[in-house]
């Protein structure tokens, strides 16, 4: 992550050090960052009705992101990691990744908070650290697939295709 953009956000050189801080109480680790919220949170049509994904004219959900909702689950995750792993997310449930738990070690940036309180005066700043730490795990694996290369917990491209696409909750309905 480059200096000019830590100074940007107000963090600077501190920021880094605190990044490093919290890697070396991780030891050697893997890391996913998994976005949620934003993606497949429930919205409010124009009536305020709540809506999770679109409907086309013939009232089937359609959804930009066909796999994420399930690609992002707990039980798929476990599919994915093999080892103790850093959890960056903007999940608001606690304990939605707790399933995990029954096979590795998790860290949040929150089991951190007493190094990163004092510096941290928004999401942004918080977001940009937990990148400095998934930056240098021995694995990162991304929520989105951005090149064939990388590693992603959903193959759902990060790009928005405009492609509005029926959501897959189970491994049993990928096959339809």
């Known amino acids: 992550m480059c200096g000019w953009r830590l100074e940007k956000v107000g963090m600077g050189a501190k920021g880094m050090g605190t990044a490093d801080e919290i890697k070396a109480l991780l030891g050697d680790y893997d890391a996913i960052h998994v976005r949620r919220g934003d993606k497949i949170k429930n919205r409010k049509d124009r009536f305020g009705v709540e809506i999770k994904n679109r409907k086309d004219r013939f009232g089937v959900e359609r959804s930009l992101h066909p796999h994420l909702d399930r690609d992002i689950r707990p039980e798929f995750i476990l599919c994915r990691i093999k080892r103790t792993i850093f959890i960056a997310s903007n999940e608001r449930t606690p ?75 189970t491994l049993d309905e990928e096959g339809r």
């Open 95 to 169: 304990g939605f990744f707790s399933p995990l738990s029954v096979r590795y070690k998790l860290a949040y940036s929150s089991n951190y908070s007493r190094i990163l309180d004092p510096l941290i005066e928004n999401n942004y700043q918080l977001f940009i650290a937990e990148r400095l730490i998934m930056m240098d795990a021995k694995t990162f694996i991304k929520t989105f697939k951005e090149d064939e290369t990388s590693l992603s917990l959903t193959d759902d491209p990060k790009k928005n295709t405009k492609s509005w696409q029926t959501p897959i909750y």
